[in-house]
C-alpha cells in the first residue's frame, strides 16, 4: 500500500513585529517628552536669541495652555478610537509641525510665525500626552505598569536632556534651522518606528472619532462659529505682526493673546453659577461627578488655593531663567548647564524627596522641602545684582561673558542648588495631590489638580516678563520669593494625612 502524499502546511497567520514593553515604554516617554521641551524650553531660547522682548517672551507661556487644560477633551480620546491611533496620528502631525518650523525661523521677521506655528503645535502635543498614557494602561497591566515607571520617568528626563542639552547647543552654536530640522527628524523616526512596531492591546472597535466629531460641531453651530472666528482673528495678527516686523510680534500678539486669556477666566467667574447648576443637574454624567466629587471635601477652599500659589515663585522664576542665561551671554552653555548640572539635580530631589516622603510623612515634609524650594530663588539675587554690568553690555550676546570663569561656576551651581530644591518640591506636590484623588476619579482628580496648576504657571509666565522689564532681574527673583509665601503659609491650614 502506498502512502498518500501530505500536504503542504497552509502557514497559519504570522503575529506581526512588535517591540518589547522595555523598548515602547521607553520610546513612547522619550517622544511625550521630547515635544514639550522643544516647544516650551528650547522655544524661549530661540525667541530671545532672536531679540524678543521680555514682555513677549513671558506671553509665550500660553503655550503651556493646552497642558492645563487637556482634562476637557482626555475622556474623548477614550471614546473614540484607539489609544494607538490616537498616538500615531498626534505624533504624526507633531513631525510636520516642527518641520516647519525650519523654513519659518529662516525668515527675517518670522519670530511670530514661529509662535503661531508652536502654538497650534502645543495642542497637538498635550492630545499626545494623552494618547500616551491612556497607551501605557491598555497595554500593561498593573505588574507592568509598576514595573516600567522608573523607566517611563527616565525615559521623559532624557527627552529633556536631549531638547535642553543637544538641541539647544545645536540652535546656539550652528543655528536655529538645523536644530529644529534635527528635532523634526528625530520625532519622524520615532513615529514610523512606532506606526510599524507598537502592539495593538485594544481590539480595533472603538468608532472612529472623526464622524462623531463632525456631528458634534454640526450640533454646536455657535461653537463652531466662535472657534473660527477666533482662529481668523489669530491669523489676521499673526499676519500684521509678521509683515510688520518683530516691534509689532511682540507688541500686538502678546496683547491679543493676554485679552483672551482674560476674558476667558472672566467668563469662568461669571458664569460660575450657571455652570455649578449644570454639574447639580447631571449628577450622573462623567464630568458632574468627577467634579463634584473633587470639590465635595473638607477645605476645598483651602485646598485648592494651596495648589493654585503653591508654585507661583517657581513659576515665576523659571519663566526668566532662560532669557537671564541668554542676557549674561551664556546661550552656548545653556545646555550642558541644563542636561549636565540642571536635570541630573532635579532627578535626584525628586527621588529623594520620594524617600524622605516615605520615610517621615508627607505632613513633616511638605513645609521644609516647599521652604527649600522657593529659597533657592533668592541664590539668584546677588547673581542677578553682581553681573547687573554684563546684562547690560552690548557686547554680552555676542559670547564676551562667557570667558568669565567665575560667572560659568557661579551659574551652574546656583542652577544645581535651585534643580535640587525644585526636585524636593514636586516630590510632596505630586504626592499631595495623589493623595487627594479618590479612587474611582484618579486619573480625573489629577488632572484637574496638575490644570489648576498649570493655569497658575500660564499667568505667572504671562506676567513674569513685564514684571522683569519694570524691575530688573535682581529684583524681580526677590519678588518672586515674596510671591511665594501666600502658598506656603496655606501648608499649615491643609487637612493633611500622614
Known amino acids: ?297 473638607p477645605r476645598i477652599g483651602v485646598t485648592v488655593g494651596f495648589i493654585t500659589l503653591s508654585r507661583t515663585g517657581e513659576y515665576l522664576f523659571s519663566s526668566m531663567y532662560s532669557p537671564f542665561l541668554i542676557d549674561l551671554g551664556l546661550k552656548a552653555h545653556y545646555g550642558w548647564i541644563s542636561a549636565l548640572v540642571g536635570l541630573p539635580c532635579s532627578i535626584g530631589g525628586a527621588m529623594l524627596g520620594g524617600w524622605l516622603i516615605g520615610r517621615h510623612s508627607l505632613r513633616r515634609m511638605i513645609w521644609p522641602f516647599l521652604l527649600l524650594q522657593n529659597l533657592s530663588i533668592l541664590v539668584y539675587l546677588p547673581l542677578a545684582h553682581h553681573f547687573s554690568g554684563i546684562i547690560s553690555d552690548k557686547l554680552a550676546n555676542q559670547g564676551q561673558a562667557a570667558a568669565n570663569p567665575a560667572l560659568l561656576t557661579a551659574i551652574a551651581a546656583a542652577h544645581g542648588l535651585d534643580q535640587l530644591a525644585a526636585g524636593l518640591g514636586t516630590a510632596v506636590l505630586m504626592t499631595f495631590l495623589m493623595r487627594i484623588c479618590q479612587p474611582e476619579f484618579k486619573a480625573s482628580h489629577y488632572a484637574i489638580g496638575t490644570g489648576l496648576m498649570g493655569l497658575t504657571g500660564l499667568y505667572a509666565g504671562l506676567a513674569s516678563g513685564f514684571l522683569t522689564h519694570w524691575l530688573g532681574y535682581g529684583y524681580f527673583f526677590g519678588l518672586s520669593f515674596l510671591l511665594s509665601l501666600p502658598g506656603m503659609l496655606l501648608v499649615f491650614f491643609l487637612p493633611l494625612e500622614q
Open 1 to 297: 500500500m502506498t502512502n498518500a502524499p501530505v500536504p503542504p502546511k497552509t502557514p497559519g497567520p504570522q503575529t506581526p513585529r512588535r517591540l518589547p514593553d522595555s523598548l515602547w515604554a521607553f520610546s513612547t516617554y522619550f517622544a511625550e517628552g521630547f515635544p514639550y521641551t522643544v516647544i516650551r524650553i528650547v522655544s524661549a531660547l530661540f525667541f530671545r536669541d532672536r531679540g524678543m522682548s521680555l514682555e513677549a517672551l513671558g506671553v509665550t507661556s500660553v503655550f503651556g495652555l493646552p497642558w492645563a487644560l487637556k482634562f476637557l477633551w482626555g475622556p474623548q480620546v477614550d471614546a473614540y478610537g484607539s489609544k494607538r491611533r490616537w498616538l500615531v496620528l498626534s505624533e504624526s502631525l507633531l513631525c510636520l509641525v516642527i518641520l516647519l518650523v525650519v523654513p519659518a525661523c529662516r525668515e527675517t521677521n518670522g519670530v511670530t510665525l514661529v509662535a503661531l506655528i508652536l502654538f497650534a503645535g502645543s495642542w497637538i502635543a498635550a492630545t499626545h500626552d494623552i494618547a500616551i498614557d491612556g497607551f501605557y494602561l491598555e497595554a500593561l497591566d498593573q505588574t507592568g505598569q509598576a514595573r516600567y515607571l522608573g523607566l517611563r520617568v527616565m525615559a521623559y528626563r532624557i527627552a529633556m536632556m536631549t531638547g535642553a542639552g543637544a538641541v539647544a547647543t545645536l540652535g546656539a552654536r550652528y543655528g536655529w534651522p538645523l536644530a529644529f530640522g534635527v528635532s523634526g527628524l528625530l520625532m519622524t523616526g520615532l513615529c514610523l518606528t512606532h506606526w510599524r512596531l507598537l502592539p495593538h492591546p485594544e481590539a480595533e472597535s472603538h468608532p472612529a472619532p472623526w464622524p462623531s466629531f463632525v456631528r458634534a460641531l454640526k450640533a454646536h453651530p455657535a461653537w463652531v462659529a466662535a472657534g473660527a472666528a477666533l482662529i481668523l482673528l489669530a491669523l489676521a495678527t499673526g499676519r500684521r505682526a509678521v509683515s510688520g516686523g518683530l516691534g509689532q510680534a511682540a507688541g500686538r500678539l502678546p496683547e491679543l493673546i493676554a485679552s483672551l486669556l482674560f476674558a476667558g477666566l472672566l467668563g469662568v467667574w461669571l458664569l460660575r453659577r450657571r455652570l455649578h447648576g449644570w454639574l447639580l443637574t447631571h449628577p450622573q454624567g462623567f464630568y458632574g461627578r468627577a467634579f463634584l466629587s473633587f470639590i465635595d471635601r
